[in-house]
């Protein structure tokens, strides 16, 4: 009678060539372009892009004079990643959905700054009518479904708002911001497993800043290459330089088309900088003030897109007229802010369920 084989001679058994409702042959997308812009489209980037840093560094100022309370998360820095991917969308069909880090992504989608500076001020004129605040604004009629606190959260939600599009068959594409330090929340990666399975049109970006909180991706991830981590779900992914705004349009263009193909979720980390701390009460003491001055000089995204557009035509004392107008723009919002009422006692009671009762 023959022996069994031992365990050191024994074959693994071999997995079938082909699973049932695996797809081997993925197609991939293309590799992404630098986005071509014209020389007007340069002029808006540069507009939304200095309109952010100044309404953010007014926030921090405001902040500081007690006129903002709570959290304030500032963008400062991260600007080519909300104007190049949100200026690709198509407003009032695409939806946003994004964390606490919030404010330039609604100034990127076109939403009044006295309404945004209203908000993060607590008026009744704000977006929300001051009740979401710096951390929690929201707009159906933008389709900005947030600013939400809690870490990751809004990745479950962006893809229920996928679903949505998807079952109302009409052709809008979710954006669901999050950053390197949600990329580690587990249900991140059941949303990456349901929007592959269900082939949903969205598009995560991974807002890589390198420091989530205050930990170093390199000290709290064991894969610090972001871009691939919707691989073992089948989700294709692409690094993009989240300092070059229109890099960060061109792989916009390479992602939107991928998913209004119906091939599913695509993923996105763009590798971005933030000059301040974490939040208004962070000194940002686990790195030095020579690493945040070397990104200035070398890789401002602002700076950047102004030696392109002076390379284009574009005279300097425009550029300073322009910015002339737009620190004007953040000046008035903080004036109507100011000047706003606070809401209603009333309105501690609307608001909390679908219809008032």
């Known amino acids: 009678m023959a022996k069994p084989a031992s365990s050191r001679t024994r074959k693994p058994a071999t997995a079938p060539a082909t699973l049932p409702g695996a797809d081997h042959n993925r197609e991939r997308p293309g590799e992404p372009e ?21 309404f953010e560094e007014r926030a ?4 500081g004079l007690g006129f903002i309370g709570g959290f304030c998360h500032l963008y400062i820095g991260q600007e080519a990643v909300a104007v190049g991917i949100q200026s690709a969308l198509t407003p009032g069909k695409d939806s946003v959905i994004t964390g606490y880090r919030d404010h ?14 209203a908000e993060l001020t607590g008026r009744e004129a704000g977006i929300s009518r001051g009740k979401g605040g710096s951390m929690h604004m929201f707009s159906v009629e933008h389709k900005f479904y947030g600013g939400h606190g809690i870490v990751g959260a809004q990745v479950s939600l962006g893809t229920g708002l996928a679903f949505g599009h998807k079952y109302k068959e009409d052709g809008g594409v979710c954006i669901a911001y999050f950053g390197d330090g949600a ?45 691939r981590r919707g691989e073992s ?9 989240g300092m070059d705004v229109l890099a960060v349009r061109g792989a916009t263009e390479t992602a939107l088309e991928y998913v209004r193909a119906g091939k599913g979720p695509i993923l996105l980390e763009m590798k971005t900088y933030r000059y301040r701390g974490h939040s208004m009460s962070d000194p940002a003491k686990y790195r030095s003030r020579d690493e945040v001055q070397h990104v200035r000089d070398t890789s ?4 950047g897109l102004k030696k392109v557009l ?8 425009d550029l300073k007229s322009l910015d002339a107008q737009i620190r004007k723009t953040v000046s008035e919002a903080a004036d109507f ?8 006692a009333s309105e501690l009671y609307t608001d909390v369920l679908v219809e008032q009762y």
Request: negative net charge; charged residues 25%; hydrophobic residues 35%.
């Open 337 to 344: 802010a100011e000047s706003s009422p606070e809401p209603d």
């Open 233 to 241: 779900f089948r989700i294709p992914g692409i690094q993009v330089d």
């Open 310 to 317: 002076m390379e284009a035509g574009v005279k300097e004392e």
């Open 34 to 54: 630098s986005y071509k812009a014209s020389k007007e489209e340069l002029l808006e980037f540069y507009r939304q892009m200095l309109l952010i840093r100044r």
């Open 300 to 303: 401002d995204p602002i700076d």
């Open 60 to 63: 921090g100022q405001l902040y």
């Open 183 to 227: 990329a580690n929340q587990g249900q991140v990666y059941e949303s990456f497993n349901m929007a592959e399975l269900w082939k949903l049109p969205i598009i995560y970006v991974i807002e890589n800043n390198g420091y989530a909180m205050g930990t170093s991706v390199q000290r709290s991830s064991s894969e610090g290459e972001l871009y």
């Open 104 to 117: 330039g992504h609604m100034l990127a989608y076109g939403i009044d700054p006295k309404l945004i500076m």
